[in-house]
């Protein structure tokens, strides 16, 4: 069974950057299109970044586009997201997640990201 574990997370100033990681178990994950998302507080989860198993394709939501970076390492079983020019609305729970164009993603238990103004 694959399992996510999120790390990175913290408090930062406006302005500054953050860089998540996200540790997957499983022998297939070189196979895994992998996220992230996040959900602020009072708010729905939503959709932040994917990439392809491939690591060729890359997609993000529009609020982190030009900001945020998607990466992973397959031989280390790793998913990062490069968070840069952080915002107070940045603030949230940021979610690993495996198969994240789907309708139910695997998700992590979370990492906490605060920016303060």
């Known amino acids: 069974q694959v399992q996510l574990v999120e790390s990175g997370g913290g408090l930062v100033q406006a302005g500054g950057s953050l860089r998540l990681s996200c540790a997957a178990s499983g022998r297939a994950f070189s196979t895994y299109d992998m996220g992230w998302f996040r959900q602020a507080p009072g708010k729905e989860r939503e959709f932040v970044a994917a990439?392809?198993?491939?690591?060729?394709?890359?997609s993000y939501a529009d609020s982190v586009k030009g900001r945020f970076i998607i990466s992973r390492d397959n031989a280390k079983k790793m998913v990062y997201l490069q968070m840069n020019t952080l915002k107070p609305e940045d603030t949230a729970v940021y979610y690993c997640a495996k198969d994240p164009r789907t309708t139910y993603p695997l998700w992590g238990q979370g990492t906490q990201v605060t920016v303060s103004s």
């Open positions: 990439m392809r198993w491939s690591g060729g394709s890359t």
